[in-house]
């Protein structure tokens, strides 16, 4: 069975930091990846998805994350956070051709203006 | 366009009962997830309808749970003899007809669910 694991549970950054969220999955085959945002009182909402092509991926609010398959890896980054980014974030994973998703527990970041 | 709806937002019932939990896909959306958030977990699949049928269900704990989705659009999820251990944020989230390809997934606001 697919899992997901995220290092971080609480992350707390001022403005203009660097972020940096780890995610790593355990399946061996061909996998979609996902990482999904939370912001307070808000739904659950797509931030960037990763199939196939370059492993450099851009997502919304200036967010990417980067796919190394010998690592089965797919952190989250982004150079300069902003108060706006206080959410939580989940990491996803799908086996290619099935439509489960299984995630992470969620990291919830707190950014201090 | 309106987005995934759920009702309700808020149920609080007690031990033993049974309840009904709705979800109102995006209108187009032939493909419907129910998840299960618990506190402090990631959200947690439970099932997978693509039209009127369950092409996933190996997510439900056990046959308390059960869902519907009998006309292909709305769907409920249903819980008999509940549990205090089923307390958690239930999450709907629909996508377009996925043809064997992952199609993003939309998400509801969630049904909490508190089970006393």
């Known amino acids: 069975a697919q899992s997901v694991s995220q290092h971080n549970h609480h992350v707390i950054l001022s403005e203009a930091a660097s972020l940096e969220l780890g995610c790593n999955y355990s399946?061996?085959?061909?996998?979609?990846l996902f990482w999904y945002v939370q912001y307070p009182g808000q739904h659950l909402q797509l931030l960037l998805k990763?199939?196939?092509?370059?492993?450099l991926v851009k997502g919304i609010k200036g967010f990417e994350a980067e796919f190394i398959k010998s690592k089965f890896s797919f952190n989250l980054r982004k150079p300069s956070v902003q108060w706006s980014d206080t959410a939580e974030y989940f990491c996803a994973v799908n086996r290619r051709g099935y439509q489960k998703v299984t995630f992470g527990i969620g990291t919830k970041l707190q950014v201090i203006p | 366009g309106a987005g995934v709806s759920q009702t309700p937002s808020n149920k609080v019932t007690e031990k033993g009962k049974y309840v009904e939990l709705r979800c109102d896909p995006i209108s187009g959306h032939t493909a419907l997830y129910w998840y299960r958030q618990s506190l402090g977990q990631g959200p947690e699949f439970l099932i997978y309808?693509?039209?009127?049928?369950?092409?996933?269900d190996s997510g439900l704990p056990n046959d308390r749970f059960f869902a519907v989705r009998p006309e292909g659009s709305v769907s409920t999820l249903k819980i008999q003899r509940t549990e205090r251990g089923d307390s958690a944020v239930y999450l709907c989230a629909s996508s377009l007809d996925t043809g064997g390809v992952y199609n993003e997934q939309f998400f509801g606001p969630g049904t909490r669910l508190t089970v006393l």
């Open positions: 990763y199939f196939s092509g370059d492993p």
């Open positions: 399946y061996g085959g061909t996998v979609n």
């Open positions: 309808f693509q039209g009127t049928g369950a092409a996933d």
